[in-house]
């Protein structure tokens, strides 16, 4: 029996390529630190699961395509908040942030139509939008620069006929790099003066580290019809696995299209939704006490690299992760090897080769993307791990 | 700016597509009795709030792709007591029917693939078809022949040499019509012959009224390899709004790239996949109940559309839909006019027209699919209400 090209053209998550080693390694009994996915070890608000414990209807029923009014207007009080005026009509409640992704890229490229974005990029960017016939055109950044991209030569140099959209991801993911004002202004007039929708993932939006405000896309007026936010609870609530993420848009063709696709799944999970609207009422503070948490613990993995010679990377502004050069030939050989043949007192450590973060075949093959997603000791632990790992490699390696 | 001709190609929800009459005339203070939507009225087992009450995590973290192996397992000993033998690794938890709909497309057609499916036939399947750049290929029924499509020489009429799949809704959706056992080996055999995959849309299975056992497609060893079932616990547990479905083959290459498209959006809702779980532990009787109760309702939509002169409907053995052809000119007119210009005592009545059913242009003007979720009163109310509509209306348009 045949699958489909399409199907074949997508691959495997390489977040979860390289589980079956780390079980291996435990099953040695061998303790492994993760470093390498981005599930937050922060509680979810207990409003989360008053909500759903407070839900009293006898039948689970399906909920309306477009969400529930109350979590619509929920969103739009949130972003009242950032500075940027939606209507609950822009808010189309979606599960989780990956489900806008898709309906996004489905509403915006028609066959072959191309999206741009930034590489190192979020590698399920390439299956959704594969699975809908476009395609992904990357423009590849350095970790010598800090992966920066909001520079206009860099993004007209990915420009062709077929060019559609910019996809980007602020605060990104997998580098951590925050765009400025400035920068963002500077987007802004690139989707402008090449007539492109922007698709903004923005679900990082509360982990800055720089003391400044909230910032958003949307606050921008000049761009607002060509400007699809994508945005979840995941991360903002540590409530990964609610599936509650919202697309968002002021262009009402957009908005009616996206809703045919949301009209075929029928709608997103009641409860969940329900929940999710209670999440929205979370204290300023719960945020201050994360971002202050995951503050702590980026300065802790920068100083630990700062130390370790050879390594590349700029600290960055946002986010949960950051990508770094490592001095090895191939981190993909290296992380497997410290999983097969490294252990310190027992313990070893793991994140995410960089190769799977870019489009661009060769680029990334030294880098890695550590997710700060531990607490404070497990972090220094793990960063020491890696330290010694990369001592012992390349010992071995250069047969020393 | 432009929106993708795939979204443009798509169609609003065309049971949606009447909401706004209905809001109108609810609003003049008439009453609608609704036939025209398939959320049911039953309660919801209360294993399902059980569950997840007891939900004590202090993180509602992502599940694993594939899905919880809990719930993997519990589906596989519900197919072991339909008679057929699942392993948890076949098995891939989706948001609901639909995307386990949406994911075996992708897998299966590549871009302009055709996709057999006997109209009239869900519209969704239209949107998830195109959304992956499919077509969907219609073979059209009739009223008159009980909408029976398990004929040979009708199903190899829509052979072209790009169609790769057999999609079928069994029982029904929106016919009612279930396959005999003789007609399940005929679909077999032709999807053997033809050398096609066949998505079985088996969501209703449990709602036949003719005191066979259950049947799934998933018996027949011999097309094992080309079998993708879609499965739900909304129907089966009238929990529609916890979004749990399935899609199961024993074909690996299915599972792996499906696999794919699971990984690129990370997970299913986490409280809804334990809850579902619970769901499983449901005794045989509370199916024997709900089975009893949607029996005796269909009997009586049945027994009321025979009263009515110029009606069409065969008994459809399932489901809780079932299409019927209307002595009207268009049921589209005639069901606006029901919402506008009808009522009697305060009362009216809204069904879901045919033609949106039907892919073939002109078919199913004159038909109705009525969803009988109502309780018996508000039923029998329903159907007069059409009588009465059917002869008010035809003395109006007739000029009498």
Known sequence: MQISQTALTCTQSPMRKYHPYAVQAEAKGKKVYHLNIGQPDIPTPSAFFEAIRNFHEATVAYAP??????????????????????????????????????????????????????????????????????????????????????????????????????????????????????????????????DLWLIADEVYREFVYGGEPLSSFGTFDDIADRLILIDSVSKRFSACGARIGCLISKNADVIANALKFCQSRLSVATLDQIAATALYSTEADYFASVREEYH?????????????????????????????????????????????????????????????????????????????????????????????????????????
Chains 1, 2 share one sequence.
């Open 296 to 400: 702590r613990r980026r300065d802790t993995v920068v100083r630990k690299l700062k130390e370790i010679p050879g390594v590349v990377c700029e600290c960055p502004g946002g986010a949960f992760y950051l990508m770094a050069k490592l001095p090895v030939d191939d981190a993909e050989k290296f992380q497997i090897w410290l999983l097969e043949h490294f252990d310190d007192h027992g313990d070893t450590v793991m994140f995410a080769p960089g190769q799977c973060f870019y489009a661009t075949e060769g680029l990334g093959k030294s880098e890695v993307r550590i997710a700060y997603v531990l607490n404070q000791n497990d972090l220094e632990r793990a960063m020491d791990l890696l330290a010694l790992g990369l001592e012992a490699y390349n010992r071995e390696t250069s047969g020393k």
């Open 65 to 194: 395509s477009p969400g529930i009014p109350e979590l619509q207007k929920a969103v739009c009080d949130y972003y009242a908040k950032v500075g940027v005026n939606y209507q609950p009509s822009d808010v189309l409640v979606t599960t989780g942030g990956s489900e806008a992704l898709l309906i996004s890229m489905v509403c915006v490229l028609g066959r072959d139509d191309e999206i741009i974005v930034p590489e190192p990029f979020y590698p399920n960017y390439h299956t959704f939008a594969t699975q809908i016939g476009g395609v992904l055109h990357p423009v590849a950044t350095t970790p010598e620069s800090g992966y920066h991209y909001a520079d206009t030569a860099l993004l007209e140099s990915a420009l062709t006929p077929k060019t559609r959209a910019l996809l980007l991801t602020n605060p990104g993911n997998p580098s951590g790099t925050v765009l400025t004002a400035e920068e963002r202004r500077l987007i802004a007039d690139f989707v402008k003066k090449h």
